[in-house]
Nanobody, 120 residues
Framework: QVQLVESGGGLVQAGGSLRLSCAAS????????MGWYRQAPGKQRELVAT???????NYATSVKGRFTVSRDNAKNTAYLQMNSLRPGDTAVYYC??????????????WGQGTQVTVSS
């Protein structure tokens, strides 16, 4: 059994900051890529940022220079530091991870999502 649990969402004014966390737990042998996605009402889920186990990162154009993804491999945790937030960043943010279990299975897991609301 593997779980991803996000935390850190909330309501913030435009220009403010939030830090999201995603903690993976369970029968984990190792974690490869970890990523953050978001879904706004009426829109498709979109990539926000990803980070490989070795630290290579990738960002959506809309968040480059404002968001920073990081991870702590010892804690099986990924983070998303969001600065200069805009109302357009309002969405449910989901964590995703490619996980190898101790049983030898590889799969992609999703968290339950955390709401981020940016007021103007």
């Amino acid at each position: 059994q593997v779980q991803l649990v996000e935390s850190g969402g909330g309501l913030v004014q435009a220009g403010g900051s939030l830090r999201l966390s995603c903690a993976a737990s369970g029968s984990i042998a190792s974690i490869n890529d970890m990523g953050w996605y978001r879904q706004a009402p009426g829109k498709q889920r979109e990539l926000v940022a990803t980070i490989a186990r070795g630290g290579i990162t990738n960002y959506a154009t809309s968040v480059k220079g404002r968001f920073t993804v990081s991870r702590d491999n010892a804690k099986n945790t990924a983070y998303l530091q969001m600065n200069s937030l805009r109302p357009g960043d309002t969405a449910v943010y989901y964590c995703n991870a490619e996980i190898y279990t101790i049983w030898g299975h590889r799969s992609y897991y999703w968290g339950q999502g955390t709401q981020v609301t940016v007021s103007s």
